[in-house]
């Protein structure tokens, strides 16, 4: 099953080189996130740098209405205070090791379980 890696459009080209099975949805509105999320049923990593805080709650409420597990990735290291429905949602949150986090995060997603 491919794994979704959905990621601002603004921040697309700071991902790494993606093997086969890889999705990427490069979005510019919560909408296209929303419905690449819809459409794609298996894992996802949410790259959540460059998102509007206003999208990290409807995001989160997609991430909890899925069947698969979702990675959420920062660029930056977490500030140890900040809540984040998004989040909140995931399975889990790399943080501060920027493109290679969305790698990491592929790896921890195919991993069984």
Same mark, same amino acid.
């Given at each position: 099953m491919?794994? #979704?890696?959905?990621? %601002?459009?603004?921040?697309?080209e700071a991902l790494p080189a993606l093997d086969e099975g890889v999705k990427v949805a490069n979005v510019a509105t919560l909408e296209a996130a929303l419905?690449?999320?819809?459409?794609t049923p298996g894992p996802a990593v949410i790259c959540s740098d460059g998102?509007?805080? /206003?999208? #990290?709650? @409807?995001? /989160?409420?997609?991430?909890r209405g899925r069947p698969a597990a979702a990675i959420e990735v920062r /660029?930056?290291?977490?500030? /140890? %205070?900040? %809540?984040?429905? #998004?989040?909140?949602a995931c399975r889990g949150v790399i943080s501060g090791f920027r493109a290679g986090g969305?790698?990491?995060a592929?790896?921890?997603l195919?991993? @069984?379980r």
């Open positions: 491919d794994v #979704l890696v959905l990621v %601002h459009a603004s921040r697309a419905t690449a999320l819809r459409e998102f509007d805080e /206003g999208w #990290l709650e @409807p995001l /989160g409420a997609a991430v /660029g930056e290291r977490w500030d /140890g %205070h900040s %809540h984040s429905e #998004l989040s909140a969305v790698s990491a592929i790896a921890a195919r991993e @069984p």
